[in-house]
């Protein structure tokens, strides 16, 4: 009986200590291998949607691209024996879902009356991410009718999932031959491939659509100004692979029994990451260099003060941790960096208003 409890409080604390090391690795990771995978970074949940209207009926796809730290916290409801194995009736069973609950997310107007998205396919995809940590892409292929026959069209589209999650939002409209795109307030070319190869210029700004404004007319009405359209089309099963890196960090993450050892060794790992990381441009040490000369400080005081700058961010990382591990639920990891920026701010005028007084 012991034993057992026993073997049930190792279990817990692992899985504890694995998703505290996810956290404190996706915020660490590497910008280039991010930037190739999610631009939007690991905590992102990315958006496309398709819009063409043909003879009698408007076509969309949807699609979903959830990365790594979001995909982990969705494997407890999509692995849900957890034995470590997605079986086919797993996955099916979370797609049914998932589709249930995004379809509910959307509204489509057609000539300002709403109308029922038909589902006509969907598609599950378990993808390796960064670190070779799975990342989810959801399709879902929709078919509604046009109704009442008119020489002109105009659909309103709104994507209402996930609006509080930073994300790659974009929209396409498509004409046909028999109904042309006459106006549009979102692209008509695809700029991600469907989400699946992002763009890797770093000036280039991520969309952020999430409603769309259309018209389309009959091609031998004239209706003025027409719109050339481009989409290069992916098929949804189709399994273009992100760039990925793979290390002995992710297998430790994926290692099923962790022993105290691993856990100490694990945590060393997090805190040296930490300190290095806190050696790259910014972290305050600008200000704490101005201090150091004002105050005529020795090299003790400077070994000192990294000390403290290194401490204070190798915490914030952990906190950050700690948070995502116990308060996911109703904190957003991604919500969190701007309330932690103001802190700083506030720490760093605090400080400064203080100096000033004693002098």
């Excluded at 290095?276 to 441009?281: K, V, Y």
């Excluded at 204070?312 to 941790?321: I, N």
């Excluded at 639920?329 to 700083?344: E, H, K, M, N, T």
Aim: aromatic share 8%; charged share 20%.
């Amino acid at each position: 009986m012991d034993q057992s409890v026993n073997e049930a409080k190792e279990l817990i604390m692992t899985t504890m200590l694995r998703k505290l090391i996810l956290t404190c690795l996706a915020v660490l990771a590497v910008p280039i291998a991010v930037a190739l995978a999610h631009p939007m970074g690991n905590f992102s949940i990315s958006h496309y949607t398709r819009i063409r209207v043909e003879r009698d009926v408007v076509r969309l796809r949807f699609r979903l691209d959830i990365a790594e730290i979001p995909t982990f916290q969705e494997m407890s409801s999509l692995d849900a024996n957890e034995d470590k194995a997605i079986s086919a009736d797993e996955r099916q069973a979370y797609l049914l879902r998932k589709v249930a609950e995004l379809t509910r997310g959307q509204s489509l107007l057609v000539n300002g009356q709403p109308t029922v998205m038909s589902v006509i396919a969907s598609d599950l995809q378990i993808r390796p991410g960064a670190g070779d940590l799975p990342t989810l892409l959801i399709t879902i292929d929709y078919r509604t009718p046009l109704g009442q026959e008119s020489d002109r069209y105009q659909v309103e589209y709104a994507d209402n999932n996930f609006p509080e999650r930073a994300g790659w939002r974009e929209i396409v409209a498509v004409g046909s031959d028999t109904y042309p795109l006459i106006d549009s307030n979102v692209p008509g070319h695809d700029r991600s491939g469907e989400l699946t190869t992002y763009p890797t210029d770093a000036t280039f700004a991520p969309p952020q659509d999430s409603r769309a404004r259309l018209i389309f007319g009959l091609q031998n009405a004239d209706f003025g100004r027409r719109i050339e359209e481009t989409v290069e089309t992916v098929n949804p099963t189709s399994n273009i692979q992100h760039p990925t890196s793979g290390d002995r960090f992710t297998q430790l993450i994926t290692t099923k029994k962790l022993s105290g050892g691993v856990w100490l060794f694990s945590l060393l790992v997090a805190f040296v990451l930490g300190a290095i990381h806190a050696l790259s441009p910014g972290h305050g040490k600008t200000v704490v260099a101005a201090y150091l000369v004002g105050s005529r400080g020795t090299a003790r005081h400077a070994f000192l003060l990294g000390a403290v700058v290194t401490l204070t961010h190798t915490a914030g990382v952990f906190a950050l941790g700690l948070v995502a591990l116990f308060a996911s639920r109703y904190i957003l990891p991604d919500q969190l960096y701007p309330w932690l920026g103001f802190a700083s701010g506030l720490t760093i005028v605090a400080i400064g208003a203080r100096q000033f007084m004693k002098r």
